[in-house]
């Protein structure tokens, strides 16, 4: 009998092993974020880019002067430098408003 309970008990402990090691390797997304990766401004879906600062000060500025007309932008630091970015609706009113 003692054999069996040995046998059952070492079965038992791998099968727990064998269930937390699935839940923890296999869900196929991690805890843990990934580093930001930069693209091209062609890169980011939908969102159109309207302008080009020179330097994250200036960029705050145009996007304070965007949110201050209510349109929904992003500062984004692409491969080739930072790019305010709206979405498509928002192009024109946000080049006239920023000048360009």
Known sequence: MRPLALLLGSFAVVGVLVLLLR????????????R??????????LLVPVAAPEDLAEGRRL???????GIRHTLAPTAEGL?????PADERAARSLLGE
Request: hydrophobic fraction near 40%.
């Open 83 to 87: 790019r305010l970015m709206v979405w």
């Open 63 to 69: 996007a304070a002067r965007l949110a201050g007309a």
């Open 36 to 45: 930001p990766r930069t693209g091209a401004p062609s890169e980011y879906g």
């Open 23 to 34: 839940w923890t390797y296999g869900t196929g997304t991690s805890l843990v974020a990934r």
